[in-house]
Nanobody, 119 residues
Framework: QVQLQESGPGLVKPSQTLSLTCTVS??????????WNWIRQPPGKGLEWIGR???????SYSPSLKSRTSISRDTSKNQFTLQLSSVTPEDTAVYYC???????????WGQGTQVTVSS
């Protein structure tokens, strides 16, 4: 059974960098051919895909966030991380990590973590 757990500060000041970690258990982030993603949901809005890192370490980001986003991984800890720089209150959201699995299905999700951008 694969489990994903988000962690990181719940409050970030404007202009600073949001940093979150997704810890994966029950499966390896290097297993062919899974894709590991960050997704967020602002208050009152739908889900927004932020970016992903594949089993091989390739990254891709949403065009609207690409300039501020970096996703990396630590295979020794079975973790992948999100860094979103220069945050504003519009970045306030619940942030999720999720796996894209067989046949393009979203098979596993973390519980989500609230991040508020405020001074």
């Amino acid at each position: 059974q694969v489990q994903l757990q988000e962690s990181g500060p719940g409050l970030v000041k404007p202009s600073q960098t949001l940093s979150l970690t997704c810890t994966v258990s029950g499966g390896s982030i290097t297993t062919n051919y899974y894709v590991w993603n960050w997704i967020r949901q602002p208050p009152g809005k739908g889900l927004e895909w932020i970016g992903r890192i594949t089993y091989s370490g390739d990254t891709s980001y949403s065009p609207s966030l690409k300039s501020r986003t970096s996703i990396s991984r630590d295979t020794s800890k079975n973790q992948f991380t999100l860094q979103l720089s220069s945050v504003t209150p519009e970045d306030t959201a619940v942030y999720y990590c999720a796996r894209l699995g067989s046949y393009g299905s979203w098979d596993y999700w973390g519980q989500g973590t609230q991040v508020t951008v405020s001074s």
